[in-house]
């Protein structure tokens, strides 16, 4: 490039309202300048600023910068074809001919924002992990949540185990943990991945059905691979259908381990503590969502954070000694196991909360590339099997998706500091390389890049204490073997509602099944673990569940487990609807009611038949599932009894929402005369959830303590 023309395009000369600073062939150096700090100053994804494109104002240019017309493409004569030479038409279309690169094998669905982590302390006494060695240090954050089983485009709450994967941008490099919402994982050794996907995933023929174990291959990999029971449970849970992904905890799964200066380690799991409280949605509610709104989960992520309230998640460790590995009669380096808390409680590392949405979809989101491999000095992995196999697996997976090995300078995945090594060239290298010496060792580059270790250059260094010996054996320990004790466990520690809601799960899964065997034998599984899940399983199936098989039975419990047996510590957020009239009685008591719920930090929304001044959303576009708690204004009664027919709205709609939302345990209420409407769809004042009062000020209180319970789970019914 001629000379004077690259120092203008390095100083950043702007052309066409694209800066050219911010491009990626800017000078690393300078980046490094801008970044190193890692600080946030209240935007978290400030960092990717210099890559931003501005279109808000210039002229349309080619790839290469020539202003263009392109909504006309160029022919012979005004009714004539199309010409080859035409490189703008070409241009366009080719690059929208190329827009989509493969979604993730799994866990393509999802959503995700950026964020900032405090560290609490000091904690160099566990690791010389660099973001967890002072207190207040910050630390920005990527986080991606997701759904495992559908595809790109397949709705939010299909039920299924979540991805929660957190990148931190530390000052010593980037780190990952690659997590879930569900604490263990179905299989045990990575080697067995490929064969649980496929037999989750819609069949090879029709592609059906879409996001759903309903179906016999995945039940007939359950029952014959007993390793994914825990999981299983725990999916068919309420934490399969989460309420948001605010609501729900975050796990590393693995046993990793912490290292110290001095390279003594410790084993350690890592938990990411919801702040909002766990809540899920109920299984019918779930299902509505997926037609009504796809979007649910990802639309409730971007308005919280939109609006200020963005959440926030502790981060906590489980740490064990070394020797400790098999002291809980199962062992640590099983991936489909817990530590119940009471045996090793949970040490609070520091907080985070995402504050940032990303600025493009595919940009930031689909183009983030975690990767279990990405540790830094402080942590090191184990010798857990599935851990193992997923070190190779990210990094494979990136290299398809990317076409490339260069995916690591994409802007999103780009690291705080500067990269020196001798990786070189590849397709999109974004790099000017000025050494002409990329090999180890070398005298002409003066031995640069100098290599890092445990003391010299803050290096990443393998825990020097780690030793491996024995036979080469394809062979699973024995400590793998017990597959029933802590599905039980689990079991155990719900509330009876919530066991029904596993039973529930299991009848719906497993009544879409044809194969008699594979029938017999998921209740042979089942009653493994409990006698009295195989039966009330066996029964919905018209089958006979076998004669009790007590081996693993047990009366374990473990906190912590239960989803509704607490309140949410904040109700901020969450959504009422207020079911009105376009009257002015009505809708002056909803503006009322509105105002008071606001001042809590609720998200109001005051339905009507008509979009008149101060109705929100109209009946016909609104669902019980858009709201957490309802509520019925003194005034829209009349629209409650039945009789009532309006061109407006479906028939019956306003007392469906309010009927849906007592079915899914939600709280309703009503103010003044609107109580009728409560009885006129044969809901009870009175019980649980269920509010009557004279005006909004004096139902505030109640109804707010009963969005804090959230679910009324008394409202359904057990098996007897
Ligand atoms: Fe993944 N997993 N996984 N996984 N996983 C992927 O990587 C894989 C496992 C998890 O939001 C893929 O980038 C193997 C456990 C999350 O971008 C792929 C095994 C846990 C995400 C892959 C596992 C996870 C992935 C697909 C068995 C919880 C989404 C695209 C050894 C601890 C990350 C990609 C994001 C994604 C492989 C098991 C979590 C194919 C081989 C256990 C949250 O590489």
Not at 77 to 94: A, N
């Amino acid at each position: 490039m001629h000379t004077s023309l690259k120092a203008a395009l390095l100083s950043g000369t702007a052309l066409l309202g694209l800066s050219l600073a911010a491009c990626p062939f800017a000078d690393p150096a300078a980046l490094k300048e801008r970044r190193d700090d890692g600080s946030s100053s209240g935007d978290s994804r400030q960092f990717l600023s210099e890559y931003e494109v501005d279109d808000s104002n210039g002229y349309m240019t080619s790839d290469v910068a020539g202003p263009i017309p392109d909504q006309t493409s160029l022919k012979a004569g005004i009714r004539g074809s199309t010409l080859l030479e035409d490189f703008i038409f070409r241009q366009k279309i080719q690059h929208f001919d190329h827009e989509r690169v493969p979604e993730r094998a799994v866990h393509a669905r999802g959503a995700g924002a950026f964020g900032t982590f405090t560290s609490y302390g000091d904690f160099s006494n566990l690791t010389a992990a660099s973001f967890l060695g002072q207190q207040g240090k910050k630390t920005p954050t990527f986080v991606r949540f997701s759904t495992v089983a559908g595809s790109r485009g397949s709705a939010d709450t299909a039920r299924d185990v979540h991805g929660f994967a957190t990148r931190f941008y530390t000052d010593e490099g980037n780190f990952d943990i690659v997590g879930n919402n569900i604490p263990v994982f179905f299989i045990q050794d990575a080697i067995q991945f490929p064969d649980l996907i496929h037999s989750v995933k819609p069949s090879p023929d029709n592609e059906i059905p879409q996001a759903a174990t309903a179906h016999d291959s995945a039940w007939d990999f359950f029952s014959q691979q007993p390793s994914t029971l825990h999981t299983l449970l725990w999916a068919m849970a309420g934490y399969g259908i989460p309420r948001s992904y605010r609501h729900m905890d975050g796990f590393g799964v693995h046993t990793f381990r912490f290292v110290k200066d001095d390279g003594s380690t410790t084993l350690i799991k890592w938990h990411w503590k919801t702040q909002q409280g766990k809540a899920s949605l109920v299984w019918e509610e779930a299902q509505v969502l997926a037609g009504k709104n796809a979007d649910f989960h990802r639309q409730d992520l971007w308005d919280a954070i939109a609006s200020g309230n963005g959440p926030s998640w502790e981060l906590c460790v489980q740490v064990v000694d070394e020797d400790k590995a098999l002291a809980f009669g199962f062992d640590l380096l099983d991936p489909t196991k817990i530590i119940p808390e009471e045996l090793v409680p949970l040490q609070k590392l520091g907080v985070m909360t995402l504050d940032a949405n990303p600025q493009n979809y595919f940009a930031e989101t689909e183009q983030i590339m975690f990767q279990p491999g990405h540790i830094v000095r402080g942590i090191d992995f184990t010798e857990d099997p599935l851990l193992q196999g997923r070190i190779f697996s990210y990094l494979d997976t990136q290299l398809n998706r990317n076409g490339g090995p260069n995916f690591e300078q994409i802007p999103v995945n780009r690291p705080l500091g500067q990269i020196h090594n001798n990786n070189r060239d590849g397709a999109g290298q974004n790099f000017i390389h000025k050494n002409i010496h990329p090999y180890t060792p070398n005298t002409l580059n003066k031995g640069f890049p100098a290599q890092a270790n445990q003391t010299v250059g803050k290096g990443f260094f393998t825990a020097p204490g780690r030793t491996v010996s024995g036979n080469l054996v394809r062979e699973v320990s024995p400590t793998f073997d017990d597959h029933w004790s802590q599905p039980r466990l689990f079991f155990n520690s719900l509330t009876p509602v919530e066991q029904q809601f596993v039973v529930n799960a299991i009848r719906f899964e497993t009544s879409h099944l044809q194969s008699a065997t594979v029938k017999q034998n998921v209740l042979a599984q089942l009653n493994k673990i409990s006698n009295d899940v195989a039966k009330r399983v066996a029964v919905a199936l018209g089958m006979t569940a076998p004669a009790p098989d007590p081996t693993y039975y047990n009366n374990n419990k473990t906190a912590g487990i239960s989803i509704t047996n607490s309140t949410l510590p904040t109700i901020a957020t969450l959504k009422v609807g207020i079911l009105a009239s376009v009257n002015g009685t009505a809708l002056n008591n909803a503006q009322t009611l509105k105002t008071r719920l606001e001042k809590d930090g609720l998200v109001v929304t005051i339905v009507g038949e008509a979009l008149a001044a101060g109705v929100d959303q109209t009946y016909s576009a609104a669902d019980a599932t858009g709201f957490d708690g309802i509520v019925v204004v003194d005034g829209a009664q009349g629209l409650f009894n039945g009789k009532v027919v309006s061109t407006l709205y479906p028939t019956g709609r306003p007392g469906q929402i309010l009927l849906d939302g007592y079915r899914w345990g939600k709280p309703v209420g009503a103010t003044g005369g609107a109580s009728s409407a409560l009885s006129a769809v044969g809901v009870q004042v009175g019980t649980p959830g269920v509010y009557s009062s004279k005006d909004a000020e004096s139902l505030v209180g109640d109804f707010e303590k009963g969005l804090a319970t959230f679910k009324f789970t008394d409202r359904f019914p057990l098996d007897s």
